[in-house]
T-cell receptor, first 111, second 116 residues
């Protein structure tokens, strides 16, 4: 079946550090790929997405590139802020619109 | 534009009791989803509605869980009777079926259920 595997956390960083969260997927076909973020006390929000191979999604300084050859969609940010502290979820979706999520990675950024 | 509303935000019950959660999607969104998010895991889809019809309920434990969306707007999810393993956050999401944000899912804040 379709599944998503993402880097286990928690991840603790200092402000202005570089962040990478690895995400790989297993799927039959070519799904759309997503990163969602869940800030403390809030609901899930779409952070970025990519719908086909080699697409790069970007938002709020975060980027992720859809790599078909490695079935990956790693999330990166060059300089994190305290406000980036959250739980990040990688997810995939086919045309049935059902999202399949990874387990989530908790990121804490220290001032 | 108001987001997806859910209530209650928190609920504590004892096992074998019943509980119900309510969701009001974004106005005009035809598709509504209920997810279960167990601590340390990603959300798992329980049921998907298109208007008031069920599209996918393959992962809904139908012996104890039920959901309805009678008028194609609000939805309720019920658990009867609850088990310890039902402790989780229950997320509601909705998505439009047309326009620039077609099929993008917007999530509510969730209801955190604790079963003692």
């Amino acid at each position: 079946g379709n599944s998503v595997t993402q880097m286990e956390g928690p991840v603790t960083l200092s402000e202005e550090a570089f962040l990478t969260i690895n995400c790989t997927y297993t799927a039959t076909g070519y799904p759309s790929l997503f990163w969602y973020v869940q800030y403390p006390g809030e609901g899930l929000q779409l952070l970025l997405k990519a719908t086909k191979a080699d697409d790069k999604g970007s938002n709020k300084g975060f980027e992720a590139t859809y790599r078909k050859e490695t079935t990956s969609f790693h999330l990166e940010k060059g300089s994190v802020q305290v406000s980036d502290s959250a739980v990040y979820f990688c997810a995939l979706r086919f045309n049935d619109y059902k999202l399949s999520f990874g387990a989530g990675t908790t990121v804490t950024v220290r001032a | 534009e108001a987001g997806v509303a859910q209530s209650p935000r928190y609920k504590i019950i004892e096992k074998r009791q019943s509980v119900a959660f309510w969701c009001n999607p974004i106005s005009g969104h035809a598709t509504l989803y209920w997810y279960q998010q167990i601590l340390g895991q990603g959300p798992k889809l329980l049921i998907q509605f298109q208007n008031n019809g069920v599209v996918d309920d393959s992962q809904l434990p139908k012996d104890r869980f039920s959901a309805e969306r009678l008028k194609g707007v609000d939805s309720t999810l019920k658990i009867q009777p609850a088990k310890l393993e039902d402790s989780a956050v229950y997320l509601c999401a909705s998505s439009p079926t047309s326009g620039g944000l077609v099929n993008e899912q917007f999530f509510g804040p969730g209801t955190r259920l604790t079963v003692l």
